[in-house]
Nanobody, 127 residues
Framework: VQLQASGGGLVQAGGSLRLSCADS????????MGWFRQAPGREREFVAT?????????????YYADSVKGRFTISRDNGRNTVYLQMNSLKPEDTAVYFC????????????????WGQGTQVTVSS
């Protein structure tokens, strides 16, 4: 499993960004995926997670942090070995480095559940 996150950037408050995380491995469709973020001076925190579903379709169980519920959407394309995080109605407090992560088993919100991590992509939301 090798994860590569992309799509970060600078956006004004209220704007949108879509993050992508591609896995170059062969087991992506069997992995639960998660997005986490880390703001300066703060601990890394859970954002969203999605189960691997049935391994074929894009559908799966999803969970979100309360702070992003209704604004962010996690999705996946198992054919492209990619998980996405659509971020709408962005706020300055969403500014952070965003990391994608993968785990075996079901979706999870705890950092120590995830064995595989991408390198992170910076998201900056200006007010």
């Amino acid at each position: 499993v090798q994860l590569q996150a992309s799509g970060g950037g600078l956006v004004q408050a209220g704007g949108s960004l879509r993050l992508s995380c591609a896995d170059s491995g062969r087991t992506f469709s069997r992995l639960a995926m998660g997005w986490f973020r880390q703001a300066p001076g703060r601990e890394r925190e859970f954002v969203a997670t999605m189960s691997w579903g049935d391994g074929v379709s894009v559908y799966g169980t999803t969970y979100y942090a309360d702070s992003v519920k209704g604004r962010f959407t996690i999705s996946r394309d198992n054919g492209r070995n990619t998980v996405y995080l659509q971020m709408n109605s962005l706020k300055p407090e969403d500014t952070a480095v965003y990391f994608c992560a993968a785990k075996t088993g079901g979706p999870g919100s705890r950092l120590n559940e995830y064995a595989y991590w991408g390198q992170g992509t910076q998201v900056t939301v200006s007010s």
